[in-house]
C-alpha cells in the first residue's frame, strides 16, 4: 500500500497497543507489598540496592547478560577482520586543544570509570556503568592520539588472554561456594557492615571483574569499527 | 517535579524531530540529544545507576559508532562547467546526464560526490594542478598530455558563433577552433547573448541547444564538420580512475540505462 | 496532570519507533527507530512504579519517603549495555550489505536480492540442461 497510508496505519496501530496495556495498568492496582529493603541491604552488604539485586539475587540473570555481551563482541570482530580495511591510512592531524585536553581528561575519565565500578555497592554504579565510561575515556584518547597508538599499547595476547579469562573467572566466583559446600552463587567471602567498603566483598570483586570485561569488550568493538571505517 | 513533567514533554518531540529527518546523521545526532534527555529523565525518576550508563553509551559509544558505519570512506572531486542537460544546477541540486553517470560510479566507488562548477578554461589546469579527480561537464577536445580520457558516452558536433555585426566585407575567416571555447562560465556566456554582447564562441551541441533558445538572428552559426564526443578527463596518474570509469559506462550502457539517462534528460 | 508520567510519554516513544521503523526506508533510521523502541521499554519499566517524590534506591534513606523500587532498575541496566553490543553487531550486518549492494534503501537491496536470486534460478536451470543431454549422448 501508499507509503503515507502504511505510515498512518502504523501510528494508529501502535497507539491502539499502547492504549491496551495503560487500560490495563490503570484499572489494576498493585497490592501493598512489605519493605524488605533493609534486609536486602544487610544480607548483602551493599546500601546500593541495584548492586545488591543484580549482583546477589540475580546473579544467574547478569551471568547470561554477559554471555550476550561476549557473544555479541565476538561476533563484531569475526565479521570485520575479514573485510580489507577501506580507511584511509593517513591520520587526521587533530587540533592542540583536543591533544592537551585529552591528556587532562582521560586520567580523569578513567578515575571515575575505576570510581564508579569499584564503589558501585555504595554509590551509584556498578561494573556495567565504570566500564562502559572507561570506554568512553579511551575513545577520547583514540580521537586525540591516533588509533595505531593507543592499539600498540593496548593490544598482544596479554589482553586477549584476559579477555576470555575474565568471564571464567566470573563463572568461577560463581561456581566456587559449590566446592565448600554452600550452594551455588552464593557469597563466598563473609559479609561485613553494610556501608563499609569491603563490607560486601564479592559484589565488589563481581564489579570489578564486570567493569574490566565491560570495557575490554567495548574496546574490542570501538576498535573493531575505527579499524575499518577510519579515524574520526 | 517541573522539569521531570518539562522533560518528559521533550522525549517525543525530540525522537519524532530526529527520526523523521532526510539526512542520516542529523538522525543520528538527534538521537544522541534524544539519549542524553533520557539519562536526565531516568535521574529525575531515581534510577541513577541506569542514568549513568545510558549518558555513557547513548551518547558518547552508540553515536560514535553510528558516525562510524554511516559515513562514505573517500571522496571524489569533479571539476567541470554547466551544460544544461549534462551537468545543470536546478532549484539548488545539480542534475543532468553527467551527474548521473558520476553519481552512480561514485557510489559503486563507496565515494562521496562533489562536483564544483569551474569556467571551461580551468578544468585542465584544475586537474594538472592536482586539486580534482575527474573532468567533467561537457569536455570534447583531446585533453592535454598526461590527462586520461576515459570513453566517449554520447557524440557531439561543434557549431561556431560569431556575431554578423562583425563580419564585414573585409573579415578573413579566422580559423575556427576546433575545440569548444568560450571565456569564463557557461551561465555568463548566456546571459552575454542574451543582452546581444558581441562575443565569439565555439560550442557543443548540447552548450549550443541551451544558447539556441534565445533569439540568434544577430550571429552567424556555422556548424563545423569535425566529430567531436563528450568525455570525462581523470587527473595525471589516475589511470585506475579512468579505467573504472570507462569500465562503469561499458556496464551502462549494455544494460541499456545509458540510453534511459540520456533519453531523460536531452530529449 | 497524572496521566503525564512516564510510562505513558514510553508508549508514545514506542508508537513513534514502530512507526518510523515501518514508514521509514532506510536502514540505519530503522535501526534507530528499533533502539527507540528499546529505550521506550526501559523507560516504561522504570516508571512503572515511580511515584512522584521518591527516594533513589540507595540506603541509608530519608526517613518516611518510601524507596524507588530497585529491580527493575538492575534489570534494565545490563539490557542498556548488552543493547549496545548487538547495536555493534547489527551496524556491522548493515555496513556488509551496504559494501554488496552500494544502497542502505531497503527497496532497492530488496530488488538487487531477487535479480540475484533470478539469475541464480536461470543459471541452475542452464547448468541442469547439458548435464540430461550428455546423459542421453552417452547412452
Given amino acids: 500500500m501508499r507509503r503515507p497510508v502504511r505510515t498512518a496505519l502504523a501510528a494508529i496501530l501502535s497507539l491502539l497497543i499502547c492504549g491496551i496495556v495503560v487500560l490495563d495498568l490503570t484499572v489494576l492496582e498493585d497490592p501493598p507489598r512489605p519493605d524488605d529493603s533493609n534486609l536486602l541491604a544487610v544480607e548483602t552488604g551493599a546500601p546500593n540496592l541495584v548492586s545488591a539485586v543484580y549482583l546477589e539475587a540475580r546473579l544467574y ?28 591510512s ?74 576470555w579469562a575474565l568471564p571464567m573467572m566470573i563463572v568461577a566466583v560463581c561456581v566456587l561456594p559449590l566446592a565448600f559446600g554452600r550452594p551455588i552463587l552464593s557469597n563466598l567471602l563473609p559479609v ?41 | ?29 538527534g538521537m544522541g540529544l534524544f539519549s542524553l534527555v533520557l539519562a536526565a529523565t531516568y535521574l529525575l525518576h531515581s534510577a541513577p545507576d541506569v542514568a549513568v550508563t545510558e549518558a555513557a553509551i547513548g551518547a558518547a559509544l552508540v553515536t560514535v559508532i553510528y558516525v562510524l558505519a554511516i559515513r562514505r570512506t573517500g571522496r571524489l572531486l569533479v571539476v567541470g562547467d554547466e551544460v544544461p542537460g549534462l551537468l545543470s544546477v ?46 567533467a561537464g561537457g569536455l570534447s577536445a583531446q585533453p592535454g598530455a598526461s590527462l586520461h580520457r576515459s570513453r566517449a558516452h554520447l557524440p557531439t558536433a561543434l557549431v561556431r ?12 575567416e579566422a580559423p575556427a577552433a576546433e575545440h569548444c571555447e568560450y571565456p569564463g562560465y557557461f551561465s555568463d556566456l548566456v546571459e552575454a547573448i542574451q543582452r546581444n554582447d558581441p562575443v565569439e564562441a565555439t560550442l557543443d551541441m548540447a552548450r549550443f541547444l541551451a544558447v539556441s533558445r534565445t533569439d540568434l538572428s544577430r550571429w552567424s552559426v556555422d556548424r563545423l564538420d569535425v566529430p567531436r564526443s563528450y568525455a570525462f578527463v581523470a587527473a595525471p596518474r589516475r589511470e585506475d580512475l579512468r579505467d573504472q570509469l570507462t569500465a562503469y559506462i561499458d556496464e551502462l550502457e549494455a544494460s541499456g540505462a545509458l540510453d534511459e539517462i540520456v533519453r531523460r534528460y536531452l530529449s | 496532570m497524572a496521566w503525564l508520567n512516564g510510562t505513558t510519554i514510553a508508549m508514545i516513544l514506542f508508537a513513534i519507533g514502530t512507526t518510523a521503523l515501518i514508514a521509514r526506508r532506510d536502514l540505519v533510521i530503522k535501526l534507530l527507530a528499533l533502539g527507540l523502541v528499546n529505550s521506550s521499554g526501559i523507560l516504561f519499566l522504570i516508571s512503572i512504579r515511580f511515584r512522584p517524590q521518591m527516594a533513589v534506591p540507595i540506603l541509608p534513606a530519608p526517613a518516611g519517603i518510601p524507596i524507588a523500587d530497585p529491580l527493575p532498575q538492575a534489570l534494565v541496566l545490563s539490557a542498556i549495555v548488552i543493547n549496545f553490543a548487538i547495536l555493534a553487531l547489527s551496524l556491522v550486518f548493515i555496513m556488509l550489505l551496504v559494501e554488496r549492494y552500494h544502497s542502505t ?35
Avoid at chain 1, 61 to 88: C, K, M, N, Q, W
Avoid at chain 1, 147 to 161: I, K, M, N
Avoid at chain 2, 10 to 29: D, E, K, M, T
Wanted: proline residues 4%; contains cysteine.
Fill in chain 1, 61 to 88: 540473570d547478569t551471568l547470561f547478560e554477559l554471555l550476550v555481551f561476549t557473544v555479541a563482541v565476538i561476533g563484531v570482530r569475526f565479521y570485520l577482520s575479514h573485510r580489507p580495511s577501506t580507511a584511509r
Fill in chain 1, 90 to 163: 593517513t591520520p587526521i592531524p587533530e587540533s592542540h586543544v583536543l591533544q592537551a585536553s585529552a591528556q587532562i581528561l582521560f586520567p580523569l575519565i578513567l578515575v571515575l570509570g575505576l570510581y564508579l565500578a569499584f564503589f558501585g555497592h555504595l554509590s551509584p554504579g556498578g561494573g556495567f556503568s565504570g566500564g562502559v565510561v572507561a570506554a568512553s575515556g579511551l575513545l577520547l584518547c583514540v580521537m586525540s592520539i591516533g588509533l595505531d597508538t593507543v592499539y600498540s599499547r593496548l593490544s598482544g595476547a596479554g589482553v586477549e588472554r584476559l579477555e
Fill in chain 1, 192 to 232: 561485613g557492615q553494610a556501608g563499609h567498603v569491603f563490607g560486601s566483598p564479592s559484589i565488589l570483586l563481581l564489579n570489578a571483574l564486570i567493569g574490566l570485561k565491560v570495557l575490554i569488550g567495548s574496546w574490542m568493538v570501538l576498535h573493531a569499527f575505527i579499524h575499518h571505517r577510519g579515524e574520526i
Fill in chain 2, 1 to 29: 517535579m517541573i522539569s521531570r513533567i518539562v522533560l518528559l514533554l521533550l522525549l517525543p518531540i525530540i525522537a519524532g524531530v530526529s527520526l523523521f529527518q532526510r539526512r542520516r546523521l542529523a538522525a543520528v545526532i
Fill in chain 2, 90 to 135: 536546478e532549484g539548488g541540486k545539480l542534475v543532468g546526464v553527467e551527474v548521473d553517470i558520476l553519481d552512480g560510479f561514485a557510489r559503486r566507488l563507496g565515494f562521496d560526490l562533489s562536483i564544483q562548477v569551474v569556467p571551461l578554461k580551468d578544468v585542465e589546469r584544475t586537474l594538472l594542478q592536482g586539486d580534482a579527480d575527474l573532468g
Fill in chain 2, 161 to 172: 558563433l560569431r556575431p554578423k555585426a562583425g563580419l564585414d566585407a573585409s573579415s578573413e
Fill in chain 3, 105 to 139: 534503501d531497503c527497496g532497492r537491496i530488496e530488488h538487487a536480492v531477487e535479480a540475484e536470486k533470478a539469475t541464480l534460478e536461470s543459471q541452475n536451470l542452464a547448468g541442469s540442461a547439458p548435464e540430461s543431454e550428455a546423459q542421453e549422448a552417452t547412452q
